[in-house]
């Protein structure tokens, strides 16, 4: 299965991130699964794609130009995509992916977390997308999407866009076990 992970580039998070993207790394590449990612050689990211090739997964990075001419790119990808822009990056992943994992991240992994829940809830795709809640990382995000049902901003059954999980293990299975189901429009 290809999967494609949102994550972050900081090298200065708490080792316990580091850990979790290993694990989640580490459980790809057993699997055979493939792992699409944002190619970073840094962060959440380097970590993830080094455990990842590790253990004999294929690893995919897709990378704008700008970031690739930076040297952020994982060397030893078996395929490095370059594109123009951020928006034809994350149209590149979500083209490949069959699921989605959120690690912890920053603005960017938000943003195409979220991305990919507004694709699902537009009917643009119906894949799996699992956040792995490492140490509580998304409960205050959880609360908020929350808070939208609570106040009429989204329908409640749109919770169902995503699914939580709280290590790699938990986070593979629900994508393993993952059926689609119908939700309303949204208007």
């Given at each position: 299965m290809k999967i494609c992970v949102y994550?972050?580039?900081s090298s200065v998070v708490a080792e316990q991130y580091k850990s979790a993207a290993r694990e989640?790394?580490?459980l790809l590449g057993q699997n055979k699964h493939e792992l699409i990612y944002g190619a970073g050689n840094i962060g959440l990211m380097g970590e993830l794609a080094s455990a990842t090739k590790a253990e004999g997964?294929?690893?995919v990075g897709v990378i704008p130009r700008r970031l690739a001419e930076y040297g952020l790119a994982y060397a030893l990808a078996d395929e490095t995509i370059v594109t123009e822009t951020m928006a034809e990056r994350k149209q590149e992943m979500e083209a490949r992916a069959d699921a989605f994992i959120g690690l912890p991240g920053g603005i960017?992994?938000?943003e195409e977390?979220?991305?990919?829940?507004?694709?699902?809830q537009l009917r643009y795709m119906?894949?799996?997308l699992v956040l792995l809640n490492t140490a509580g990382f998304y409960d205050l995000l959880l609360a908020h999407l929350?808070?939208?049902v609570d106040e009429s901003f989204?329908?409640?059954e749109f919770l169902q866009l995503y699914q939580v999980a709280h290590d790699a293990e938990e986070a593979l299975r629900m994508i393993q076990e993952y059926r689609a189901s119908e939700l309303p429009l949204k208007w």
């Open positions: 994550c972050s580039s989640l790394g580490k997964g294929r690893v960017g992994t938000l977390v979220m991305q990919v829940m507004t694709l699902k119906a894949k799996p929350q808070r939208l989204m329908n409640g």
